[in-house]
């Protein structure tokens, strides 16, 4: 049975954080904020995957109450969930936005589905990464925030 599943996350960026996306560090002056390492698309993706095997969200999973995952690494914790999916069956495709004024991600889009597609033993033919922006709009088009959105297909 094919089930899909739609993720969402954003945070605000700040001062003295690495910006990751998608698990990959991006040059930029600001990071994102978060109890992890803040990787808004990976986040979308975890929430995504779990939603289509009805498995509630990252937050269940991984609680920013709870100490171990300061300042952990998204990608792990996607590998983690990657797990939590396998054993009830196996993920199709995802497809992901990341909505940003900058940095401009175009030249980071390739890596990043090759880490994502990595850490879910995809190939990277199934995963597709898309950057936009926010034409000015928002917290987003103001500079203070990136968001992303993700769309799983699972076949349980």
Known sequence: ???VGIGYDIH???SGRKL????ITIPHKKGLLGHSDGDVLIH???DALLGACSRRDIGYHFPDTDPK???ASSLDLLKKTRVIISKMGRIENKDCTVVAEAPRLSDYIEKIRHSVAHALNLTVDRVSVKA???EGLGAVGRRQAIEA???ALVDL
């Open 132 to 134: 936009k922006t926010a």
């Open 1 to 3: 049975m094919l089930r």
């Open 44 to 46: 979308a993706i975890i």
């Open 149 to 151: 959105h993700a769309v």
């Open 20 to 23: 990751v996306l998608g698990g």
């Open 12 to 14: 605000r960026l700040g």
């Open 69 to 71: 995952y300061k300042n």
